[in-house]
Structures are given as C-alpha cells and as structure tokens.
C-alpha cells in the first residue's frame, strides 16, 4: 500500500462549488504540505503543517484552507472554486528529525479541473 | 524573475548520449539543493542531493557552483527509462527548509 495517499484522484467539479481534497499518511512523519503544480511553473506551496496544532500558509495560500485533524491526516479546501485553480495538487510529508533537511515524500496526486 | 529557473526543454537525445542540465537560484542565502525526477502524470521523487564538492550515483552526476549559484545534472549513457522532468530544488533554512522547485526540465530519450 502507498505510503501517502489523496482523494480524490480526479475531480471535475463547477465554479463556485466546494471541494475537499484529503490526504493520509502512513509513514508516521509529523510534517505534512499542500503543493499545486501548473505547467511551466513548477510546483509551489500552498499551506504547511509541523505538526498537528500548527497550520502555515506558503506562497498561494489565497482562496484555499487547510486542516490537520490527526497527524496522518491533511486536509485542503476550496471553499469556492474558481477556474485558475484547476491544476495537479500533491500532498507531500516529511519528518523533522535527522538532520537540517529531510526527504518530502509526495502522494499520487489530484487532478482538479474547475470548469 | 523566477527564484529557481530551469530551461523547460525538451531534451531530445538518442539512447547513450551524454546530456546535461542547468538550474540557476536567485536566493543566495539557499542552503540545501536537490534533483527530483517526475514522470508523466506522476509525483516527484528525490533523485539526488547535491553536495558543494559534487557528488555521483551510478550515471548520474550532480555538481554545485554557489559563486555563480547554479546547479548540474549529468546523464551519462541515457536510457529510454531515463525519459521523464526533472525538477532542480532548493531550500534555505528560513521556515523550516521549506522546497522552492524549478519549473522543470523534460527529457525524452529516444530509441
């Protein structure tokens, strides 16, 4: 079984509509990290989570909120989708010991599409 | 300006081939670098680190230059299931070492 896994995989939903993407981790890691990812420009980072009472925001985190309700679980929410947010988002966790950076290691990946 | 710019390709090299790839940071307090490899359709994976004294594993080789703040990647003896993006990544120690990733750079190679 994957280590980090999302749902959903693919979701194509309406202006103006709600969404929730849900992310699991089973690797045990206290970190845990929203990205979306457009063509041409990389992946960038929408929230962030150290550990279950601390949410962050990253570079986009505008039109978008997050909760961490355990620590295998991170959650982002669209409270109103709007077409630019179509784009691939991953989650991504990584573990805070060892050292000044650790490996993130990223979920599957959900295509949102926001017509 | 992009704060980690890559050439988007694509790469397009013939099985064997040597191939290379730039990556340049504008930040010049990053710490940390790295080589993710994304295929189609599919999460990024780290691929390497990259040390200041450069460093190798197996055909891949990763090299760093902090004076002119630009990163490398060597592909030697390419093969057809080397063909995917390849994201050159940084981190400084501000925010818990937080990823800023390059757009990417794609490589096909080709039979």
């Known amino acids: 079984d994957a280590d980090v896994t999302q749902t959903p995989r693919n979701r194509i939903t309406k202006t103006g509509k709600r969404i929730m993407l849900e992310c699991s981790q089973t690797?045990?890691?206290?970190?845990m990290y929203w990205y979306r990812q457009d063509p041409g420009l990389g992946l960038r980072l929408i929230y962030y989570s150290f550990d279950v009472k601390d949410i962050n925001k990253g570079e986009i985190s505008d039109g978008y909120s997050v909760s961490r309700q355990a620590q295998a679980k991170f959650s982002l929410s669209l409270e109103s989708a709007i077409p630019n947010q179509t784009a691939l988002y991953f989650c991504?966790?990584?573990?805070?010991?060892?050292?000044?950076?650790?490996?993130?290691?990223f979920g599957p990946g959900t295509r949102l599409t926001v017509l | 300006r992009k704060e980690v710019e890559q050439d988007p390709g694509p790469f397009n090299v013939p099985e064997g081939a040597t191939v290379a790839f730039n990556c340049t940071y504008s930040n010049s307090a990053s710490q940390s670098f790295f080589w993710y490899r994304q295929d189609c359709r599919k999460e990024p994976k780290l691929l390497m680190s990259?040390?200041?004294s450069g460093n190798e594993d197996g055909r891949f080789t990763a090299q760093l230059n902090r004076a002119s703040q630009y990163i490398s990647l060597l592909i030697r003896d390419s093969k057809l299931s080397d063909s995917a993006t390849y994201l050159c990544?940084?981190?400084?120690?501000?925010?818990?070492?937080?990823?800023?990733f390059g757009g990417g750079t794609r490589l096909m190679v080709k039979p």
């Open positions: 991504a966790t990584s573990d805070s010991t060892g050292g000044t950076y650790n490996e993130q290691f």
């Open positions: 990259v040390y200041s």
């Open positions: 990544v940084v981190t400084n120690n501000n925010a818990g070492n937080m990823l800023t």
């Open positions: 690797k045990g890691h206290d970190r």
